[in-house]
C-alpha cells in the first residue's frame, strides 16, 4: 500500500506540472536548472524530462509518466500533455478499483477494449489536413507562433508529402526556408573521407 500511494504521488506531481499547459488557454511552466538560465516552456515532454524526484517509489511513479510522454513524442510528435494527463485518470481511477476489490487483469482487459473502441471512433470523426491554410494553423498551435505555422506549411506546399523537412539552427535572426532538390538516404557516408564540409560534417557531391 505504501509503495501504492508512492507511485501515486510521483506520478501526480509530475502530471500537475505538466496538465496546466494544456488547451489553447495552457499557461508556461519555469524549469530551474542547475545551471544557466531558466527555461520558460509549454511542452509537455519538456517539463517531463526536467522533473527529478528523491523518494523512491514517488520516482518510480513519475518515470511511468515519463515513458509515456517519451514514447507520444516519438510516435505522433505531438500529444504529450494529453497523453500525461490520460495516464494520470487511468492510474487514479484503476487504483481506486483494486482498492474497493476490482481484478487487476479484468480492469486491464476493459481498458485494452476501451482503448480499441475510442480509437475507432476517433479515426471515424478525424479529418484529414490537406489544404495549405489547414496545415498552417496546425503547425501554428503545436509552435504557439504563426509566422513558424506559415513556414512549415510553405515547407511542405512544397516538397510534398513524400519530401524530408529538416530543421537547423541559424547562425543568423529570423527565419529561412531552402529548397533542395534530391534524396535523402536514411544511411550516411562508410567513411569520414567522403566529407567535403568538415564544419556541417556533410558530403556535398555535384554531377559525380
Same mark, same amino acid.
Request: proline share 2%; charged share 30%.
Given at each position: 500500500?505504501? =509503495?501504492?500511494?508512492?507511485?501515486?504521488?510521483?506520478l501526480?506531481?509530475? =502530471?500537475? /506540472?505538466?496538465?496546466?499547459?494544456?488547451?489553447?488557454?495552457?499557461?508556461?511552466? &519555469?524549469?530551474?536548472?542547475?545551471?544557466?538560465?531558466?527555461? *520558460?516552456?509549454?511542452?509537455?515532454?519538456? *517539463?517531463?524530462?526536467?522533473? $527529478?524526484?528523491?523518494?523512491?517509489?514517488e520516482?518510480?511513479?513519475?518515470?511511468?509518466?515519463?515513458?509515456?510522454?517519451?514514447?507520444? %513524442?516519438?510516435?505522433? @510528435?505531438?500529444?504529450?500533455?494529453?497523453?500525461?494527463?490520460? /495516464?494520470? +485518470?487511468?492510474?487514479?481511477?484503476?487504483?481506486?478499483n483494486?482498492?474497493?476489490?476490482?481484478?487487476?487483469?479484468?480492469?486491464?482487459? @476493459?481498458i485494452?477494449?476501451?482503448? $480499441?473502441? *475510442?480509437?475507432? !471512433?476517433?479515426?471515424?470523426?478525424?479529418?484529414?489536413?490537406?489544404?495549405?491554410?489547414? *496545415? +498552417?494553423?496546425?503547425?501554428?498551435?503545436?509552435?504557439?507562433?504563426?509566422?513558424?505555422?506559415?513556414?512549415?506549411?510553405?515547407?511542405m506546399?512544397?516538397? @510534398?508529402?513524400?519530401?524530408?523537412?529538416?530543421?537547423?539552427?541559424?547562425? !543568423?535572426?529570423?527565419?529561412?526556408?531552402?529548397?533542395?532538390?534530391?534524396? #535523402?538516404? %536514411?544511411?550516411?557516408?562508410?567513411s @569520414?573521407?567522403? &566529407?567535403? %564540409? /568538415?564544419? #556541417?560534417?556533410?558530403?556535398?557531391?555535384? %554531377?559525380?
Open positions: 500500500e505504501e =509503495a501504492r500511494r508512492g507511485l501515486e504521488r510521483g501526480n506531481s509530475l =502530471a500537475d /506540472a505538466v496538465k496546466v499547459t494544456l488547451g489553447p488557454k495552457g499557461r508556461n511552466v &519555469v524549469l530551474e536548472k542547475k545551471w544557466g538560465a531558466p527555461t *520558460i516552456t509549454n511542452d509537455g515532454v519538456s *517539463i517531463a524530462k526536467e522533473i $527529478e524526484l528523491e523518494d523512491p517509489y520516482k518510480i511513479g513519475a518515470e511511468l509518466v515519463k515513458e509515456v510522454a517519451k514514447k507520444t %513524442d516519438d510516435v505522433a @510528435g505531438d500529444g504529450t500533455t494529453t497523453a500525461t494527463v490520460l /495516464a494520470q +485518470a487511468l492510474v487514479k481511477e484503476g487504483l481506486r483494486v482498492a474497493a476489490g476490482a481484478n487487476p487483469l479484468g480492469l486491464k482487459r @476493459g485494452e477494449k476501451a482503448v $480499441e473502441k *475510442i480509437t475507432e !471512433t476517433l479515426l471515424k470523426g478525424a479529418k484529414e489536413v490537406e489544404t495549405k491554410d489547414q *496545415i +498552417a494553423a496546425t503547425a501554428a498551435i503545436s509552435a504557439g507562433d504563426q509566422s513558424i505555422g506559415d513556414l512549415i506549411a510553405e515547407a506546399d512544397k516538397v @510534398g508529402n513524400e519530401g524530408v523537412i529538416t530543421v537547423e539552427e541559424s547562425n !543568423t535572426f529570423g527565419l529561412q526556408l531552402e529548397l533542395t532538390e534530391g534524396m #535523402r538516404f %536514411d544511411k550516411g557516408y562508410i @569520414g573521407y567522403f &566529407v567535403t %564540409d /568538415a564544419e #556541417r560534417q556533410e558530403a556535398v557531391l555535384e %554531377d559525380p
